[in-house]
């Protein structure tokens, strides 16, 4: 097994239980919009980059 490929697996492992523990201290609701905020900025971020890249 590749060294990504553990990575992802150890990823899709522990994620949910270390998501559970983070919604039990800090809301469920409050984690779902931290996690939907970071992901939009990080998709935005993405996209900029590309387009940056293409322009050079």
Do not use: E, H
């Not at 490929?5 to 919009?33: D, E």
């Amino acid at each position: 097994m590749s060294l990504r490929n553990s990575a992802t697996g150890l990823g899709r492992a522990s994620g949910p239980i270390l998501f559970t523990g983070l919604a039990t201290q800090t809301g469920y609701r409050r984690l779902f919009i931290a996690a939907g905020v970071a992901t939009l900025a990080l998709r935005l971020g993405v996209l900029v980059l590309r387009r940056v890249r293409a322009d050079t």
